[in-house]
């Protein structure tokens, strides 16, 4: 089947402890994108991937990290996360406009993260 | 850069009413794509439909169609005969030729029995 896979799918942490949530899609898609949603702003872009090794930021990515190293795998990472980082977080992943005709995303089924 | 606004954070309709979503969006460019995608309670993100803006017809999909104005950058979704599980937030999304994609703040639809 495919799909963009994100987990964990919960996850409460504390203040500055390191932590990783993964992404990995299985449909051989160069774009890859993480998203923040929080209520009243809708989804904004964190970091996106255009092919391996090639990373941009998007609208939010202080605070972020990400890594491509594989064409599946998308790493989201926060290295001293914050309260202001409690979040719903996706990781969604497309072919090139040009190759898929602008189809628009596969999303992943979210990260509710907590920050306390 | 692209912005897209939703004007309606809540939306309520009578089950087997037709309720209409509006959606306004500010671009430069010519060519791109917009969409509409449902997250119910479960956080899923479902593509309803999807438009090109190179074409004038406007797209439909079963019980959901969109009218697109792209002078006036105008993209409202009408869902028709609402069913109880359309209730969900929906999220109006521009996508340009380099894959950005950008959203609205969503509305939440309230579906009444």
């Known amino acids: 089947e495919a799909q963009v896979t994100q987990n964990p799918r919960y996850l409460i942490t504390v203040t500055g402890k390191k932590l990783t949530v993964t992404c990995s899609q299985n449909?051989?898609?160069?774009?890859m994108s993480w998203y923040r949603q929080d209520p009243g702003l809708g989804l904004r872009q964190i970091y996106y991937?255009?092919?391996?090794?090639?990373?941009d930021k998007g609208d939010v990515p202080e605070g972020y990290k990400v890594s491509r190293k594989e064409k599946r795998n998308f790493p989201l990472i926060l290295e001293s996360p914050s309260p202001n980082q409690t979040s719903l977080y996706f990781c969604a992943s497309s072919l090139r406009v040009s190759a898929s005709l602008g189809y628009g995303y596969t999303f992943g089924s979210g990260t509710r993260l907590t920050v306390v | 850069a692209q912005t897209v606004t939703q004007s309606q954070p809540e939306m309520s309709v009578q089950e087997a009413e037709t309720v209409t979503l509006s959606c306004t969006y500010d671009?430069?460019?010519?060519?791109?794509?917009l969409f509409w995608y449902k997250q119910p309670p479960s956080r899923q993100m479902i593509l309803v439909i999807r438009?090109?803006?190179?074409?004038?017809q406007n797209a439909t999909e079963n019980r959901f169609s969109v009218n697109f104005q792209k002078a006036a950058k105008s993209f409202s979704l009408k869902i028709s005969d609402s069913q109880l599980g359309d209730a969900a937030m929906y999220f109006c999304?521009?996508?340009?030729?380099?894959?950005?994609?950008?959203f609205g703040a969503g509305t939440r639809l309230t579906v009444k029995p």
């Open positions: 999304a521009y996508m340009s030729n380099n894959n950005d994609m950008r």
């Open positions: 671009t430069s460019e010519s060519d791109y794509y």
């Open positions: 449909m051989n898609h160069e774009y």
């Open positions: 438009q090109e803006a190179y074409k004038q």
């Open positions: 991937s255009m092919n391996v090794e090639v990373t």
